[in-house]
């Protein structure tokens, strides 16, 4: 299996603590064409090998379906990546296939999070930026499909949902798979007119903020039937993260007064028990929902997202110095960890999903301030990614960053975010109007056009 060496450039730097180009700038206008060139020969090993399924698994160069029949999510996450690269072709014979081969009429129970943030995020974007009615359909059919999984006494969603018989199952949720739902179907209740959309997912969101802690916090599990809360963790990471990320979106999107006074409810408390600073640099921890007692000092991957949201809601220079704290993550290993222990800089989880958070806030970072900083960054993001996880066949995930070991493992979100994010960090201003959208937390550009 062939794969990428480090350039003798990027060990130096990042042996010497700084991004790629700090001593010599790089052509950012080319990087974005070698990030697109990237995305083709990753599409291409999707096309080869996993065409018609849901995954491709870069190493064995086989495929992956999540429910044991393909949805297509590979090629339904990429598609609105291929238009805003301007790769007509391929994004116009996969529009085709998508609108006459996706059905949604399974007997298959599926998760309502992914498939709101994968498929109706992405149905809803493709057919703002196409206008193919046929995307909208898919959107709607998929939208009433989902909602019987809003029928609990709390109105918090169950976690799976039956697509053909509605049937749902699953009690025990958490804030972000609660809480990650406004955007999509508020988008598609502005597309149809139907109200009932949106309102499900806004009383979810609502009854969610309503069980927040005395101190304002909220905990990584809740039963969903008695709005009793299983797990008293509270951070920013994985299950909780996306739900702070909605409440800015939903009022940057949807211009919801609700979801701007909850946001700010809610960042004095993080600010107050999750913030943490630990020689000199700026992170987001654990701590206990009710007490707020410092829990661990972890933080990952996922948690990578969090500059770009504060970043999102004014808070510019809180933002710029978290993402240098992630940077610091990511130059510790030479590729980020999925957890870090940020007390002693160790890896607790070592791998690497192929995850685009860090790069989605330099991209939001860069938008704000201009600084070519982050355009250094996205240059070493860049290239760990071509050493360390590119394939013959596409890109791999990392079972370790310190082995550099591979896994057999390309989820749908590198196409429809990293890369996305990656390209659109070095595009040619006027390439995407940032003002225009929001992204969902897909990277699905959502417009308020009704």
Not at 342 to 347: K, P, Q
């Amino acid at each position: 299996m062939k794969t990428c060496t480090v350039t003798g450039l990027l060990l130096a730097s990042l042996a010497a603590g700084l991004p790629s180009g700090a001593a010599q700038e790089r052509d950012y206008a080319s990087l974005a064409g070698e990030v697109r060139t990237e995305f083709l020969h990753t599409w291409h090993g999707y096309r080869t090998y996993a065409w018609g399924h849901d995954e491709l698994r870069p190493l064995s160069r086989t495929f992956r379906d999540w429910y044991g029949e393909p949805f297509y999510m590979t090629a339904m996450d990429a598609l609105d990546t291929m238009i805003l690269m301007g790769l007509k072709d391929e994004a116009d014979s996969t529009r085709e296939f998508i609108a006459s081969h996706l059905s949604f009429d399974r007997d298959v129970y599926v998760k309502n999070f992914e498939f709101t943030i994968r498929f109706l995020g992405g149905l809803l974007s493709t057919y703002q930026l196409t206008g193919d009615r046929r995307l909208l359909r898919l959107a709607r059919d998929l939208g009433d499909r989902l909602l019987p999984a809003f029928r609990s006494p709390t109105g918090m969603p169950y976690v799976e949902v039956n697509l053909r018989t509605g049937a749902v199952r699953g009690t025990v949720s958490n804030p972000a798979e609660i809480g990650t739902l406004l955007l999509e179907f508020g988008t598609l209740t502005g597309l149809t007119g139907e109200p009932r959309y949106e309102r499900a997912a806004k009383r979810a969101l609502d009854t969610l903020f309503s069980r927040r802690s005395p101190i304002g916090l909220v905990g990584e599990s809740i039963d969903i039937t008695t709005g009793r809360w299983v797990g008293r963790d509270s951070h920013v990471s994985g299950c909780i993260d996306s739900y702070y990320e909605y409440l800015v979106k939903g009022a940057r999107l949807l211009g919801d007064p609700d979801c701007r006074r909850m946001w700010q409810a809610s960042i004095a408390p993080l600010d107050r028990w999750i913030a943490d600073s630990t020689g000199g640099n700026l992170w987001y921890g654990h701590a206990d929902m009710r007490t707020g007692e410092r829990g661990e000092r972890l933080f990952g991957s996922l948690d990578a997202f969090f500059p770009a949201v504060l970043a999102l809601a004014g808070d510019v220079p809180q933002g710029a110095r978290l993402e240098e704290s992630c940077f610091r993550m990511w130059q510790r290993y030479g590729i980020e960890p999925e957890v870090i222990d940020y007390g002693s800089m160790t890896a607790r989880d070592s791998g690497y999903a192929l995850r685009p958070e860090i790069i989605e806030s330099a991209y939001h970072l860069y938008h704000f301030t201009h600084d070519r900083r982050y355009l250094r960054m996205g240059a070493v993001f860049f290239d760990s990614l071509k050493a360390y996880c590119r394939t013959d066949a596409g890109y791999a995930a990392l079972a370790s960053v310190v082995s550099k070991k591979k896994r057999d493992s390309m989820e749908s979100f590198f196409l429809a975010e990293t890369l996305k994010y990656l390209y659109l960090l070095f595009a040619p201003p006027g390439t995407l109007d940032f003002d225009s959208v929001t992204f969902n937390t897909e990277a699905h550009p959502l417009r308020r056009t009704w």
